[in-house]
């Protein structure tokens, strides 16, 4: 039972950041943008697993978990697991450099709007796959 709460639970968290990244886009904040978009994506994963009854783990990427439990996912969803391993996969790689950079990489600077719509996209997609699977 508490695992559905927390699933559903994650899944309106997931939502409502959704709102903040046209905000961030509107900003030219587009590092941001990939950042949030990150975390909007890690929520939605890690609460579509938890409805299937798998406890996420504690690291930030889990599509290979999806990929390793597609069949428990709605057809839909199932049909889209490696596109939402991929996606997980990319803003992981991407987590910290969107929000601290590096002595050679300043977020601000190194991110595009394309980057940023992407970053977007991605996560609309991947809340929309969540919200099939959370009921």
Known sequence: MKNLSL????????QKRLKILNMLLDE?????????????VELALKGMLRQ??????KWHDVGQ????????????VS?????LAGISAWLRKEREFSFYGDIDFIPTEQYSKDDAQRAMDDAKFTVQMSELTIK
Not at 79 to 83: G, I, P, R, S
């Open 79 to 83: 049909a889209q697991a490696e596109k």
């Open 28 to 40: 030219d904040d587009y590092s941001d943008v990939v950042r949030e978009a990150q975390e909007i």
């Open 7 to 14: 699933a559903k639970s994650y899944l309106g968290k997931a």
């Open 52 to 57: 299937i009854g798998i406890e996420p783990p």
């Open 65 to 76: 978990l999806i990929l390793e439990y597609r069949g428990r996912f709605p057809d839909e």
